[in-house]
């Protein structure tokens, strides 16, 4: 089963990494966003199967962007995976009590990140 | 034929990474700055939070370009950075030692 998922991450290269790495190993629609806002857009007007939201990102943060996906109707519950270099301990607790799927690290293997999210999501055709 | 997905993401790997160089450049430019401004004012909370933004971006990319202990040295630079407490001439000789050890790091993919 064909999946899409929305990257949304300011970096560029991180955007084109984890894109070659959802579409080559699993074969998945990627879209990608570089902002907070541009991201939301898009998963207003397709409706991804999950989200991959980077933390810290400038204008409109993940968290502020999830809580507006949580706010939409039509993205409400698009499941969202936060990625990021590092959390410190209030982090995480803040990102669990927003109800993230989870909150996945970089730098990720492009080779396993597909499988660490169909994991998480519990999709089983890779 | 089918390639091979490693292969192909290898490749295409190599690509991005000779595009971002420059970012990672001008990343490592903005963590030497934050370091000479703190040299000059221990307390500089702007040179601190540039720096921090620098290794963190640093820290989530490095890695996914065969370079883990880019990451490492640029997490513990974060962390340094981070650390609520005011920074000491001795943090401050840990955080030119750290750099210079990521500017080595980083040179050796400068080539490929």
């Known amino acids: 089963m064909s999946r899409r998922v929305l990257i949304i991450d300011d970096e560029e290269d991180i955007r084109e990494v984890a894109a070659l790495s959802l579409e080559t190993v699993a074969g998945w629609d990627v879209l990608v966003a570089g902002s907070g806002a541009a991201g939301i857009a898009k998963a207003r007007e397709n409706h991804p199967d999950a989200i991959l939201l980077d933390v810290m990102m400038p204008g409109m943060?993940?968290?502020?962007?999830?809580?507006?996906?949580?706010?939409?109707?039509?993205?409400?519950?698009?499941?969202?995976?936060?990625?990021?270099?590092?959390?410190?301990?209030?982090?995480?607790?803040?990102?669990?009590?927003?109800?993230?799927?989870?909150?996945?690290?970089?730098?990720?293997?492009?080779?396993?990140?597909?499988?660490?999210?169909?994991?998480?999501?519990?999709?089983?055709?890779? | 034929m089918t390639e091979d997905p490693a292969a192909k993401i290898a490749a295409r790997l190599d690509e991005i990474w000779r595009r971002s160089r420059p970012t990672v450049l001008e990343r490592m430019t903005v963590l030497r700055s934050a370091c000479e401004a703190l040299a000059l004012n221990l307390a500089d909370a702007d040179a601190r939070t540039h720096g921090r933004e620098a290794a963190h971006k640093l820290s989530g990319t490095l890695g996914v370009f065969g370079l883990p202990q880019g990451t490492q040295l640029a997490s513990s630079i974060e962390d340094l950075l981070l650390a609520s407490d005011l920074l000491t001439r001795e943090d401050l000789a840990s955080l030119r030692n750290q750099i210079a050890e990521l500017d080595a790091v980083i040179a050796t993919r400068l080539d490929d």
Request: hydrophobic share 45%; no cysteine; glycine share 4%.
């Open chain 1, 61 to 126: 943060d993940g968290p502020t962007t999830f809580r507006e996906l949580r706010s939409l109707p039509e993205t409400a519950d698009i499941p969202v995976i936060l990625l990021t270099a590092k959390v410190q301990a209030a982090d995480q607790k803040r990102f669990s009590d927003l109800g993230v799927v989870k909150v996945m690290f970089k730098p990720f293997d492009p080779l396993v990140l597909a499988q660490e999210i169909a994991a998480t999501l519990g999709w089983q055709e890779i």
